[in-house]
C-alpha cells in the first residue's frame, strides 16, 4: 500500500479548491497512534484513522468488535420502561385494544413495524396511525386521536413522536387513552401528562442513551416485553419470534436517523447488517429484487438506497406504505408497494432538484457572510425540504434551514446541522421565545412551523445561537482529510482495513482520501436527473479505477472534469467503495471535491 503524509496545514497546498473548500489533515493524536500501532501491530493508517476517531486503548477491542452482549442495557435503567411494560401486559390480560402512532420518516415507520412485527407472532392485531406530511404535519393531533378512539383503542404507543405534544396527549387523556410515548427527540420544560414516557432526552431519564434512535429504544422496550410475557405465561402456545431477526429493521433506521453510530448503535448496525445480508424480511428482500441489489449490503445502501424508497411515500402523501412494506408477509403485496415506491421516489428526485436549484439560486455572498443559513420560497414541496437542506449543508458546511410559504403566510420547514450545533435544542429554545409556532427534533435534524411575520426574528435568533456554538469563525470552508493516498494503494487489504473501522456514519465518518497528480479519463454525465459525472481515474502507478462525482455536472468541479480533463491533471479528494461483480472486485473512488494540479506536458 502506498501512503503518504502530510504535515503541512492546508493539503497539497490547497486553501480553494474548485468547490471552495480548504484541504486540512484530520487531527489525531501522535502518541496514542504510536501506541495503537506498537500494541495491535496495525497499520500506520489503521493506527492513524483510529486515533482520529477518539479511541481509546480500554474500549478499542470494543470498537473494533461490537457486540450486543457488551452494550446491550438493562431496560429497566431507561424512565418509565417498566410502567410501560406493566401497563401493556396488563392491556393483553383484559384484552384491551393496543394502537401505534409514529411519525412519517424512516425512524417511525421502523419503530411501527417493529411493534406490529412482534404481536403479529402472538396473533394480537395492532392498529397503526401515521399522519399525513402535508395535510397533519409532525407529531399527533386531534383528529388522528379521534380516528384511533373509533377503533375503541385505550392504550396508544407513540413512537419517534410526542415528546412535545402537549395538547394532543391531554386530548386522548379526556378520551380515556392511555399514551405511551417511545422517542429521542429534544424534551421541552415541560412534557405532556402521558402514562409513561421512554426518552433518555429527558431530565428524568438517567440511563445515558440519549445516543440512541427511536427505534433502538423500541427495540428495547420488545426486548423488556418479551421477558414479561413470557414471565407471566401469556400466549405460551405461540412462537415467539428471535429478537435477533428484527435487527435488519434496527440498523436500518439508525443509519437513516443519522444518530452517532457508536457503542449499542455501532453493535446494532454490525448486526442488523449480518440479519439483512439473510434476507429475512421480504419487504426489504423484494425491493432489493426489484432494482437487482443482490450484493451483501452495507451501510451505504441502508442510507442511500432503502431509505430514500422507504421515505418516498411519506414524502409525497402515502407515508404508510413505507410501514406496510416493511411489515408485509404477503409477496404481491410487497411487489405492489415496491412498484409505488420507486415510483414515489423517481417523482421526490425530481421535485428535489428544482428546490435545489431556485433555493441554490437565492445563495449570495452577503448571506454567506451569516453563520447559518435559512432559505424560503412560496409553494416548495414540504417533502424535499429536509434532503435539500441537508445538500447545501454539505455545500457550505453551516446548519440549514429551508422553508415554504402557503396561503396563510405561515411557513413550514426542515432543518439539517452540522457538528457541534444541536439544531433540535436551538428549536426548543426558539418555542420558548415563542419565535416559533411549533417544531422539534434533535441534535442534527429538526422541523419548525413559524408565521412568515416573524421571519427576520428567527433568522437573528437561530444565526446567534449558530454563533455562540461555534469556538471560531473560519476563514476557511474545511475539508478534512484523513491521508493521501495513491491509486496503486487500493486494494482489498485497504478495505479491509476500512470494514473493520466501518460501519461509517455520524460520529464515525467514511474516511476522505487525497490523491495527486490524477489523470480523468473519458468522463461523461450519467444519471436519471444527467447531474453525476462518471470516469476512470489513474495516476503515475499505472493503476486505473473508476470515479464518480454526484451533483456535478453544473458545479465548478464538474465542468473542469468535463472542460480540462485530456490537458491537465487534477488533486482530487472522496471516500473509497468497492463492489463485487460476478466474483471480481472493482474499486472506486467518490469524488467529492477537486483542484487542478498541474497541466500535461
Not at 538 to 553: E, Q, R, V, Y
Amino acid at each position: 500500500m502506498s501512503l503518504e503524509f502530510n504535515n503541512k496545514s492546508f493539503i497539497f497546498g490547497v486553501k480553494n479548491s474548485l468547490l471552495n473548500k480548504a484541504w486540512i489533515k484530520k487531527k489525531t493524536n501522535d502518541r496514542l497512534t504510536h501506541y495503537i500501532s506498537q500494541k495491535y501491530s496495525y497499520s500506520q493508517l489503521m493506527s492513524s484513522l483510529l486515533s482520529s476517531r477518539n479511541q481509546n486503548i480500554e474500549n478499542l477491542d470494543s470498537f473494533l468488535k461490537p457486540k450486543l452482549k457488551i452494550f446491550f442495557p438493562d431496560p429497566l435503567i431507561f424512565n418509565d420502561m417498566e410502567k410501560s411494560v406493566e401497563r401493556i401486559i396488563l392491556a393483553l390480560k383484559k384484552k384491551e385494544k393496543i394502537s401505534v402512532f409514529g411519525d412519517y420518516d424512516v425512524d417511525g415507520l421502523s419503530s411501527i413495524a417493529l411493534i406490529k412485527k412482534y404481536f403479529d407472532f402472538l396473533n394480537i392485531p395492532i392498529f397503526s396511525y401515521i399522519p399525513d406530511r402535508i395535510k397533519e404535519g409532525y407529531g399527533p393531533n386531534k383528529k388522528a386521536i379521534d380516528k384511533i378512539k373509533l377503533k375503541n383503542i385505550s392504550v396508544l404507543i407513540m413512537v419517534d413522536c410526542g415528546t412535545t405534544s402537549i395538547e394532543a396527549v391531554s386530548y386522548a387523556n379526556k378520551l380515556g387513552i392511555d399514551i405511551i410515548i417511545i422517542d429521542h427527540h429534544k424534551a421541552e420544560t415541560q412534557l405532556p401528562n402521558a402514562f409513561a414516557i421512554i426518552n433518555p432526552n429527558t431530565l428524568k431519564d438517567t440511563s445515558g442513551f440519549n445516543y440512541l434512535c427511536a427505534t433502538g429504544l423500541t427495540y428495547i422496550f420488545i426486548v423488556c416485553l418479551n421477558k414479561y410475557i413470557k414471565n407471566n405465561n401469556l400466549y405460551i402456545k405461540n412462537n415467539f419470534p428471535d429478537l435477533l431477526n428484527f435487527l435488519d429493521i434496527v440498523a436500518l433506521a439508525t443509519v437513516c436517523d443519522v444518530v452517532p453510530l457508536i457503542q449499542l448503535n455501532r453493535a446494532f448496525v454490525r448486526q442488523g447488517l449480518k440479519i439483512m445480508s439473510k434476507r429475512l424480511n421480504l419487504g426489504l428482500k423484494v425491493l432489493a429484487d426489484d432494482t437487482n441489489l443482490n450484493k451483501k449490503p452495507d451501510e451505504e445502501d441502508l442510507g442511500f438506497f432503502y431509505g430514500p424508497r422507504l421515505n418516498a411515500g411519506g414524502r409525497l402523501g402515502k407515508a404508510d406504505l413505507g410501514e406496510k412494506l416493511l411489515s408485509t408477509k404477503d409477496t404481491f403485496e410487497a411487489e405492489l408497494l415496491v412498484k409505488q415506491l420507486n415510483t414515489f421516489n423517481y417523482q421526490r428526485k425530481l421535485i428535489e432538484e428544482n428546490v435545489l436549484n431556485e433555493a441554490t439560486n437565492k445563495i449570495n455572498n452577503k448571506i454567506l457572510n451569516n453563520y447559518s443559513l435559512i432559505l424560503n420560497g412560496d409553494n416548495w414541496h414540504e417533502g424535499v425540504l429536509g434532503i435539500v437542506a441537508s445538500r447545501i449543508k454539505e455545500k457550505y458546511n453551516k446548519p440549514v434551514f429551508l422553508l415554504t410559504k402557503n396561503k396563510n403566510n405561515i411557513l413550514k420547514g426542515s432543518g439539517r446541522s452540522i457538528a457541534n450545533v444541536d439544531i433540535g435544542s436551538a428549536i426548543i429554545h426558539a418555542k420558548e421565545k415563542n419565535i416559533v409556532i411549533n417544531g422539534g427534533g434533535h441534535q442534527m435534524a429538526a422541523g419548525i412551523t413559524l408565521s412568515y411575520n416573524k421571519l427576520n426574528e428567527f433568522k437573528i435568533f437561530f444565526n446567534e445561537y449558530v454563533k455562540k456554538k461555534t469556538i471560531e469563525k473560519s476563514l476557511y470552508n474545511y475539508l478534512h482529510i484523513d491521508s493521501i493516498l495513491s491509486v496503486g494503494g487500493i486494494n482489498n487489504d485497504l478495505f479491509k482495513m476500512l470494514d473493520d473501522i466501518g460501519p461509517f456514519g455520524s460520529e464515525n465518518p467514511k474516511p476522505i482520501f487525497a490523491a495527486k497528480n490524477i489523470k480523468i479519463i473519458n468522463p461523461k454525465i450519467v444519471g436519471e436527473s444527467e447531474n453525476h459525472i462518471s470516469c476512470h481515474i489513474s495516476d503515475k502507478s499505472g493503476k486505473t479505477i473508476k470515479g464518480i462525482a454526484f451533483h456535478s455536472a453544473n458545479n465548478s468541479l464538474g465542468k473542469v472534469m468535463l472542460s480540462d480533463y485530456k490537458k491537465r491533471l487534477f488533486n482530487l479528494v472522496g471516500h473509497l467503495k468497492k463492489t463485487e461483480w460476478k466474483n471480481k472486485d472493482y474499486f472506486e473512488l467518490i469524488i467529492e471535491d477537486g483542484v487542478i494540479s498541474k497541466d500535461i506536458i
